[in-house]
């Protein structure tokens, strides 16, 4: 199985500022990484696909990078809707498997 | 407008059984590969199982792999999944959500149903 390790666990940032969220995936995933947005009580939403590609409607303050087995989510200006746990998922073979989330706090 | 709604979450004891239901709208359903996914109380999200558009591929986590069953009926736009053999670890809240074929990312997630193995 592969495995998918974020990093922080939990961030603490205030509005208007940049924060990047790593995942490292045990072995190559060939861009095959999605990143998701979770609020409490809601289901997640899915931010980006393919490592970099930006899904329909979601803002162009979050991008994505990587290749390989690292991957990066940067919201470049922090709003205040985006508080949320961020989780990255490889979609690469089976078992797809989630990073344990990252939690975007309001410092 | 894509809907995802799912049912048939509840109470169950250890070793019983239960079948969520997803009912889906707002796209065309045979075209598209169907997942589940679940998320314990205060944990990350966690695949469960996926099913093709025609029900030619299923895969199932290694943790429900010989009690859990995933079925779809193109007719009704639904997908199910029958879960047997239940153990207080299948506690959890129950996402349907859809992959865009042939990726296997989740594009719309359900609101989830809640299932709670206790006696």
């Known amino acids: 199985d592969i495995q998918m390790t974020q990093s922080p666990s939990s961030l603490s940032a205030s509005v208007g500022d940049r924060v990047t969220i790593t995942c490292r995936a045990s072995q190559g995933i060939s861009n095959s990484l999605a990143w998701y947005q979770q609020k409490p009580g809601k289901a997640p939403k899915l931010l980006l696909y393919g490592a970099s590609r930006l899904e329909s409607g979601v803002p162009s303050r979050f991008s994505g990078s990587g290749s390989g087995t690292d991957y990066t989510l940067t919201i470049s200006s922090l709003q205040p809707e985006d508080f949320a746990t961020y989780y990255c998922?490889?979609?690469?073979?089976?078992?797809?498997?989630f990073g344990q989330g990252t939690k975007l706090e309001i410092k | 407008e894509v809907q995802l709604v799912e049912s048939g979450g509840g109470l169950v004891k250890p070793g019983g059984s239960l079948r969520l239901s997803c009912a889906a709208s707002?796209?065309?359903?045979?075209?598209?590969?169907m997942n589940w996914v679940r998320q314990a109380p205060g944990k990350g999200l966690e695949w469960v199982s996926s099913?093709?558009?025609?029900?030619?591929?299923?895969y199932y986590a290694d943790s429900v792999e010989g009690r859990f069953t995933i079925s779809r009926d193109n007719a009704k736009n639904s997908l199910y999944l029958q879960m047997n053999s239940l153990r207080a670890e299948d506690t959890a809240v129950y996402y349907c959500?859809?992959?865009?074929?042939?990726?296997?990312?989740?594009?719309?997630w359900g609101q989830g149903t809640l299932v709670t193995v206790s006696s």
């Open positions: 998922q490889q979609y690469y073979s089976t078992p797809y498997t």
């Open positions: 099913i093709s558009s025609s029900s030619s591929y299923i």
């Open positions: 707002g796209f065309t359903f045979s075209s598209y590969s």
């Open positions: 959500a859809r992959g865009p074929s042939p990726a296997k990312y989740f594009d719309y």
